[in-house]
């Protein structure tokens, strides 16, 4: 299953508001300059020029340069990341898998993938999330609610069949993301070199499937 960029969930949320024409403009071209220059080196004429607006236009609708930002941050935690989170939940309940090995690579790499796809719009909400940690509180909350009762049907069998350790699924889904995110962030942030996807989840792949091993 191809799954829908950042880029255009944000474009598709912001259309379902009650924003005007040019307010989803300024929005849109923010997204996208601040993604190629970063917040700070970002300014609202250059957003104004993009957008096709005057730089009026912007603090007339947005305030500040932060009201920018604020804006674009809120549909990311509220609607954007759930639903990335949910269209992977739908790939990976209508892909069978062999056994939990074939399973986690999978995902591993499936998750890798998309985010150097849209490692740009990532390494926005990475900078922001470190500068102010309660928008990661704000998303790991709105995220558990949404994964539970998904990942819970997806590592049953596994536990079953002595594959998986017997842990609340969240315990393993927090296990994992924080294995891939620990490769993920210095890469994002630090690096323009792609990552090695196939090179990086063996090396995952390996600590995990050590991690959750059942102890006998």
Same mark, same amino acid.
């Given at each position: 299953?191809?799954? =829908?960029?950042?880029?255009?969930?944000?474009?598709?949320? /912001? &259309? =379902?508001?009650?924003?005007?024409?040019?307010?989803?403009?300024?929005?849109?071209?923010?997204?996208? %300059?601040?993604?190629?220059?970063?917040?700070?080196?970002?300014?609202?004429?250059? /957003?104004?020029? %993009?957008?096709?607006?005057?730089?009026?236009?912007?603090?007339?609708?947005?305030?500040?340069?932060? !009201?920018?930002?604020?804006?674009?941050?809120?549909?990311?935690?509220?609607?954007?990341?759930?639903?990335?989170?949910?269209?992977?939940?739908?790939?990976?309940?209508?892909?069978?898998?062999?056994?939990?090995?074939?399973?986690?690579?999978? #995902?591993?790499?499936?998750?890798?993938?998309? #985010?150097?796809?849209?490692?740009?719009?990532?390494?926005?909400? /990475?900078?922001?999330?470190?500068?102010?940690?309660?928008?990661?509180?704000?998303?790991? &909350?709105?995220?558990?609610?949404?994964?539970?009762?998904?990942?819970?049907?997806?590592?049953?069998?596994?536990?079953?069949?002595?594959?998986?350790?017997?842990?609340?699924?969240?315990? +393993?889904?927090?296990?994992?993301?924080?294995?891939?995110? !620990?490769? %993920?962030?210095?890469? /994002?942030?630090?690096?323009?070199?792609?990552?090695? +996807?196939?090179?990086? =989840?063996?090396?995952?792949?390996?600590?995990?499937?050590?991690?959750?091993?059942?102890?006998?």
């Amino acid at each position: 299953m191809k799954h =829908t960029d950042v880029e255009t969930l944000f474009a598709n949320n /912001i &259309k =379902t508001t009650s924003l005007s024409a040019k307010q989803r403009k300024v929005l849109q071209a923010s997204l996208t %300059l601040f993604a190629q220059k970063g917040y700070e080196n970002t300014s609202t004429l250059d /957003i104004a020029h %993009l957008a096709g607006v005057s730089e009026g236009t912007v603090f007339k609708h947005f305030k500040t340069k932060d !009201g920018l930002r604020q804006a674009i941050l809120k549909p990311f935690i509220h609607d954007i990341f759930p639903k990335v989170a949910g269209e992977f939940l739908v790939t990976l309940h209508q892909n069978p898998f062999e056994n939990f090995e074939s399973f986690l690579r999978y #995902a591993v790499k499936d998750r890798m993938v998309y #985010a150097m796809d849209n490692r740009q719009e990532m390494k926005i909400f /990475i900078q922001e999330m470190v500068k102010d940690p309660s928008i990661m509180t704000s998303l790991t &909350k709105r995220l558990s609610k949404l994964l539970q009762s998904g990942v819970d049907s997806l590592f049953r069998e596994y536990k079953e069949r002595g594959e998986l350790v017997d842990w609340d699924s969240m315990r +393993i889904v927090r296990m994992a993301s924080g294995v891939i995110v !620990g490769y %993920l962030i210095p890469n /994002i942030i630090m690096s323009d070199t792609p990552l090695d +996807i196939d090179k990086t =989840t063996d090396e995952v792949c390996e600590f995990l499937l050590d991690g959750l091993k059942p102890r006998n």
